[in-house]
């Protein structure tokens, strides 16, 4: 499954143009639209995500944030990855659950 079939791939793609310089999640988020998808939507984006099943998004997945979007995409740096686990690590275990995630999304 790939992200394209919650959001729209125009969208995606302006998102990743506003964040080639530095990363706010918030504003991805919104651009990509994100922000106004139910939560089964943000379920199967959370799915994605969590590339190794583990029902838990981790500080490497987060780091390749935004090559689940588009391949050629970067990958975050240090001090943007560490800023968005903190965004969403509400119970501060060091990972990103789903209900975390649609938080943080929906925040």
Do not use: P, W, Y
């Amino acid at each position: 499954m790939s992200m394209s079939t919650v959001l729209k791939s125009g969208d995606i793609d302006k998102a990743l143009a506003e964040c080639a310089g530095s990363f706010n999640h918030k504003t991805f988020f919104a651009t990509s639209g994100l922000s106004k998808k139910s939560d089964a939507e943000l379920a199967t984006v959370f799915g994605i995500l969590d590339q190794d099943g583990s029902g838990f998004i981790e500080v490497e997945e987060l780091k390749l944030f935004l090559q689940n979007f588009s391949g050629t995409a970067r990958e975050l740096n240090k001090s943007e990855t560490e800023a968005f686990l903190a965004a969403g690590d509400s119970d501060h275990d060091g990972k990103i659950g789903v209900d975390e995630f649609k938080s943080m999304v929906k925040a």
